[in-house]
């Protein structure tokens, strides 16, 4: 029992930043006794888990999260990872669509009162281009569209045009990734009520790239629109098209003030507030089921945990059908496994810096909290094939540059900076994944030394020190992450809405009876939404007799 460790947080007068508040370390604490029955025991404390059981124990169910590793929080966390006082965000950054969630939205978990706080940065991002030139993404969209009249009036029209298109149907879609799979009529059936539905239900299903390319003439703001961020999902796949819409039309890119780990460490808090119990070193090995139903699960220390409702999951669906016999699932939830399929991983730099990154623009520079670097659509549609082919491009890859200390200086000391860059590479080598291991300081030092050609100020004497996760280590740090996905699998036609997991088993159910899944492997998949984790929790409250509308009023 000494590996288990009851997970509070430093105990303070007041709810300062996470991220400078962050869970106690190394602190052996009263824990639960092996034998004691929860309603609901839950395997990962990702952001999603912990959302869903925020809302069962609100509910009044006594809830047990179960983490195996130090932290909660999943890909949702934020730690010193270079120097001492510099708080980078592990994996997850902007929270762009969790605002959109009722959860948010209609202050169902008052959040805010366990500590999280958001910030809304502007500009929202840049992009500077090898000409010298550059686009820049405001919060006035009205700037923003003069933005990319620099490039071409009939693009800045376009941009307008389509912004206005999409405001007509952003309801449909906000509110299907807010739905459990069923529980309203799909999105095309939906789309087909609207008077101009039919012509929203071939652009839903064309690509991302034909949108782009038939309604923009300059390749700035094709490249800009393709890659800003880079979606994991290149541009010419089919079903993409939403995303040429969403790209001008997107939420801003909201940060938590302290960090990602901010929103899990409140929802901790929420958790335990409400008579819930977290503990970490704690991995979850097997699933126990009695009667035909799952009952509990068993940790790696040989510790075991009873649940008299339901065991609620967020492992990665290719662990959890090596947790209970096969037989149990089924051929078709096992054929949807087996056949799962990854997305464009990243390797990640960061670094402890002693000045932000500086572009150049008209008049000076300009140090965003999010820049993105595409010098061109070709080079987006190019990475289709290297993704394919197991091609490794380090000399121009899709580059990510992001600051949160530009907005939120509480992540540093005074005057410093925390800088991150991410290039879009792939998990599968040729040689295999292992090969990350030989190869991971040589792409990192190579994509910063592409990223100076934009930002030249990020010399090494303005770099304290660094951090680097490749592919492989993503993976390693997070088993959700599997093959090196930040959303725990492609988001392809095969794998996305009634298909994710897989067809029949997209409701939170899983084939053993008692067993509910949450988390990136389900509807509407990655991304720090929420989605996953409330849907979870409406389909559970369903099944236990009442509703999330219900338990959202009570106070």
């Not at 169902?108 to 958001?118: H, Q, S």
């Not at 390749?219 to 040429?244: E, I, K, N, V």
């Amino acid at each position: 029992m000494s590996a288990m460790t009851r997970r509070g947080f430093v105990k303070g007068a007041a709810l300062a930043p996470l991220a400078l508040q962050p869970f106690a370390r190394g602190q052996q604490q009263p824990t639960a006794v092996p034998t004691e029955r929860f309603d609901v025991v839950v395997a990962g404390a990702g952001h999603n888990s912990l959302i869903a059981t925020a809302y069962l124990a609100k509910a009044g169910y006594r809830c047990l999260v179960l983490e195996g590793r130090p932290l909660v929080g999943g890909g949702v966390r934020t730690e010193e990872l270079t120097l001492r006082g510099f708080y980078h965000d592990t994996c997850s950054a902007a929270h762009s669509f969790i605002l959109q969630n009722p959860l948010m939205r209609n202050r169902e978990l008052n959040l805010a009162d366990y500590g999280l706080e958001y910030i809304e940065p502007d500009p929202v991002i840049h992009m500077p281009f090898p000409d010298g030139s550059y686009l820049t993404e405001w919060r006035d969209r009205e700037r923003t569209i003069a933005e990319f009249a620099k490039f071409s009036r009939k693009d800045a029209e376009a941009y307008r045009k389509l912004g206005l298109q999409y405001a007509t149907v952003k309801a449909i879609f906000e509110s299907a990734m807010f739905t459990p799979i069923g529980f309203d009529k799909p999105v095309n059936e939906r789309l087909a009520e609207l008077p101009q539905g039919k012509l929203w239900q071939r652009r839903v299903a064309m690509s991302q790239w034909e949108i782009v390319r038939d309604n923009f003439e300059d390749d700035h703001c094709r490249a800009f629109l393709l890659g800003s961020p880079f979606t994991h999902q290149p541009p010419q796949y089919p079903m993409t098209g939403r995303l040429a819409y969403s790209a001008v039309r997107r939420p801003p890119r909201f940060i938590p003030k302290g960090g990602s780990g901010a929103l899990t460490q409140a929802l901790a808090r929420f958790i335990e507030a409400h008579n819930g119990v977290i503990l970490v070193n704690q991995p979850v090995q097997r699933l126990i089921v009695e009667g035909g139903k799952c009952t509990g699960v068993e940790c790696g220390d040989g510790s075991s945990y009873r649940a008299k409702k339901a065991v609620l999951s967020t492992i990665h669906i290719k662990q959890l059908v090596d947790m209970a016999p096969r037989e149990l699932w089924g051929e078709d939830f096992l054929f949807g496994v087996d056949t799962w399929e990854g997305e464009i991983s990243a390797l990640v730099s960061h670094y402890a810096a002693t000045e932000p990154p500086k572009f150049p623009v008209a008049g000076g520079t300009i140090s965003p909290v999010e820049t993105c670097i595409m010098p061109s659509s070709e080079r987006v549609l190019r990475y289709a094939y290297e993704f394919a082919a197991g091609k490794l491009d380090d000399q121009e890859p899709p580059l990510e540059i992001s600051c949160a200390t530009m907005a939120d200086p509480t992540r540093a000391p005074a005057g410093m900076h925390t800088v991150r860059v991410i290039g879009y590479h792939l998990y599968n080598l040729k040689e295999g994944p292992q090969h990350w291991d030989n190869i991971k300081d040589q792409v990192s030092k190579a994509q910063l030394n592409y990223a100076r050609r934009f930002a030249p100020n990020l010399t090494a004497d303005k770099l304290l020190a660094c951090f680097v996760e490749s592919p492989l280590d993503l993976e390693r740090m997070n088993p959700h992450n599997w093959h090196g996905s930040y959303h725990a699998g492609g988001m392809e036609p095969s794998q996305a809405g009634a298909m994710r997991p897989m067809p029949g088993w997209a409701q939170h159910r899983m084939p053993i009876p008692g067993l509910y899944q949450t988390g990136a492997t389900t509807h509407p998949g990655g991304s720090v939404t929420g989605a996953p984790g409330r849907n979870a929790a409406t389909v559970m409250l369903k099944d236990f007799g009442t509703s999330i509308e219900e338990v959202a009023k009570r106070a």
